[in-house]
Antibody, heavy 117, light 110 residues
């Protein structure tokens, strides 16, 4: 069964850092682009970041550029999102997703990040 | 980039058809055939329903169909069923390796 399981969310103070992880199973992780998207409480989906299958290319939404870094460990079938300089506007459920081109074909269940003092 | 524009709500009775629009610009929807649609039930992860404007992933009922005309994409749900009640989001490739989502449409089955 294809599965993505996020972890690492929690409560963090403004200006703090957090690293999210996404463990993949049931498919050859190294063959796929991977994505992070987020959803603030009661709001819509927002694309955050994506990374090429071999990790050589990344891109980020303007709202997180310079603060968030996406990476992957293909040997561990794990995707990461390092989030620095967090603000209250970063409060959201963060989803990892397997890319199928310019779409997100498999989604994890999400992990909640709350930025608050 | 601005989010793609979707109506906040749509509704229909069981068995009817409903169409949800997603309006962008000549730089996103109008420029690429890379529109996708996602269904999200409350408290659940999104699920891919349509990709590359018209394609349906395996397991998605053929009651769901996608189309595009100019800068506007559409998702049509035919033969509405109670389980179709959910939020629906469109997405488009917008160049420079970026994606953009719409604001979402809450579909109510009356």
């Amino acid at each position: 069964e294809v599965q993505l399981v996020e972890s690492g969310g929690g409560l963090v103070q403004p200006g703090g850092s957090l690293r999210l992880s996404c463990a993949a199973s049931g498919f050859t992780f190294s063959n796929y682009w991977m994505y992070w998207a987020r959803q603030a409480p009661g709001k819509g989906l927002v694309w955050v970041s994506r990374i090429r299958s071999d990790g050589s290319t990344t891109s980020n939404a303007d709202s997180v550029k310079g603060r968030f870094t996406i990476s992957r460990d293909n040997a561990k079938s794990t995707l990461y999102l390092q989030m620095n300089s967090l603000t209250v506007d970063d409060t959201a459920v963060y989803y990892c997703a397997r890319g199928g081109g310019s779409f997100l074909e498999i989604w994890g269940q999400g992990t909640l990040v709350t930025v608050s003092s | 980039q601005s989010a793609l524009t979707q109506p906040p709500s749509a509704s229909g009775s069981p068995g009817q058809s409903v169409t949800i629009s997603c309006t962008g610009t000549s730089s996103d929807i109008g420029a690429y055939n890379y529109v996708s649609w996602y269904q999200q039930h409350p408290g659940k992860a999104p699920k891919l329903m349509i990709y590359d404007v018209t394609k349906r992933p395996s397991g998605v009922p053929d009651r769901f169909s996608g189309s595009k005309s100019g800068n506007t994409a559409s998702l049509t749900v035919s033969g509405l069923q109670a389980e179709d009640e959910a939020d629906y989001y469109c997405s488009s490739y917008v160049g420079n390796n970026n994606l953009q989502f719409g604001g979402g449409t809450k579909l109510t089955v009356l």
